[in-house]
């Protein structure tokens, strides 16, 4: 995860949801909520790129808050590598 138009921001955070429209992941401290990031998700067969806007965020407790993500851009080959990976996993 980075923010857009910030190259110092670049970290590492686990996605705990990942949807069509978005994601949440746990960040080690608030975005603030209009904020642009870029997205790199790892799925398993391929990484995905994706712009997306911060949404809400939860403050669980000091350095650790959930952040939700609505994709704003993403590539229509990723969409589709994201959508294949989402339908693999729900059960039949």
Known sequence: ???????????LAKTRTVGRGGCMFV???TLGAGTRVELL??????VVKAEGRVVWEEVKEP??????????TISPKDRRALEKALAEQVPA
């Open 41 to 46: 998700i790892s799925l398993a067969t391929r």
């Open 27 to 29: 960040h080690h401290e």
């Open 63 to 72: 350095g650790r808050v959930e952040v939700g993500v609505e994709f704003v």
């Open 1 to 11: 995860m980075k923010k857009i138009g910030d190259e110092t921001s670049e970290s």
